[in-house]
């Protein structure tokens, strides 16, 4: 089973390609922070940049280079190492019915760079969670070029011909990145934890489908174990080395989540929500997505409403 597609299936997700950068020269641009459940992102189609984020080492961009930023940080992004404090750029603002392109005077930019979003709204919490502050993805030796330059050349095409469903498109090759760069990631490092360690630990797979596609159940600690045919000792030991959590913490977390999408997508009411992901009590349920989610479930979903 692919328990990482089950996963990200149940997290839904938006994409959107909002700017393209096209400049040279000295220059620095600072990001704020994004709202929770925004995923920010950065392509480099040609030249170089260098990324800043609090807590972590500047990292080096060139083309081809995809950068994720799983928690929408507050960053900067500059043409060198030593230009955090540069101007912006001088640059003109381009007319286009996909997204704000800006373009310097030159006839030839040694920048060309697109930047995105990838909003999950609350429903998604666990998994970002799970990653580190900074995805980065260099295009000359990780993934291959089979699958990655065609892709990142198919979001340059649509945006320079800006055809009937070009949006579309370029939101799911936005998202389709994402996995990537995720995917790509998780497959290599050596210091997973949360959902995304609960994945990669093969003894505990049948725990962990059970906690994706059977919410709805009453799954208890004795439960999970037997299914992964494993004493409740040893089964918590493990779970918790590989996820830096309790199976009840991790399994309320994904319930959460999976309401937050239900009420953001679905029009079925509070209780049936709750029961879906496994409460017998309406009033439980509220409770523990407030507690979780800082609001209630109906004041969420006129959120939901107001964005759509």
């Given amino acids: 089973m692919d328990t990482l597609s089950e996963l990200l299936d149940g997290h839904p997700a938006r994409g959107d390609l909002d700017v393209r950068c ?20 950065h392509v480099v189609m040609r030249g170089v940049a260098y990324l800043r984020v609090a807590g972590e080492t500047p990292r080096e961009l060139a083309a081809g280079d995809i950068v994720v930023l799983p928690s929408g ?33 030159e006839a030839e930019h040694a920048l060309d760079m697109f930047c995105g979003r990838i909003d999950f709204g609350g429903g998604a919490a666990t998994l970002l969670a799970s990653l580190p502050s900074v995805l980065h993805v260099p295009g000359e030796a990780s993934l291959p070029l ?63 489908t ?33 996820t ?29 929500v709750a029961e879906m992901v496994g409460f017998l009590s309406e009033s439980a349920f509220i409770r523990a997505f407030e507690r979780h989610k800082g609001v209630s479930p109906a004041v969420y979903r006129k959120q939901r409403d107001k964005v759509h």
Avoid at 147 to 170: F, H, K, Q, T, W
Wanted: hydrophobic share 45%.
């Fill in 146 to 208: 089979a699958s990655l330059a065609p892709l990142i050349e198919l979001m340059r095409r649509e945006v320079n011909d800006a055809a009937p469903g070009a949006r579309s498109v370029v939101g799911q090759l936005s998202s389709a990145l994402f996995v990537l760069a995720l995917r790509h990631w998780w497959s290599r490092s050596d210091e997973l934890h949360g959902v995304l360690g609960l994945l990669r630990e093969p003894r505990l797979r049948p725990a962990c």
């Fill in 73 to 105: 940080d507050a960053h900067i992004l500059a043409g060198d190492p030593g230009d955090w404090d540069a101007p912006r750029p001088n640059a003109s603002l381009r007319t286009h019915p996909l997204l704000k392109w800006q373009a310097g005077d």
């Fill in 210 to 242: 059970a906690m994706l596609l059977r919410l709805h159940e009453p799954l208890t600690v004795e439960t999970l174990a037997g299914a992964c045919h494993m004493s409740r000792s040893s089964f918590l030991r493990l779970f918790e080395r590989a």
């Fill in 22 to 41: 096209q400049w040279s020269g000295r220059w620095s641009v600072p990001h704020v922070a994004e709202a929770p459940g925004t995923v920010r992102f």
């Fill in 244 to 272: 830096q959590a309790t199976p009840a913490n991790m399994l309320v977390q994904l319930r959460m989540d999976t309401a937050a999408v239900r009420l953001r997508r679905d029009s079925d009411g509070i209780a049936k």
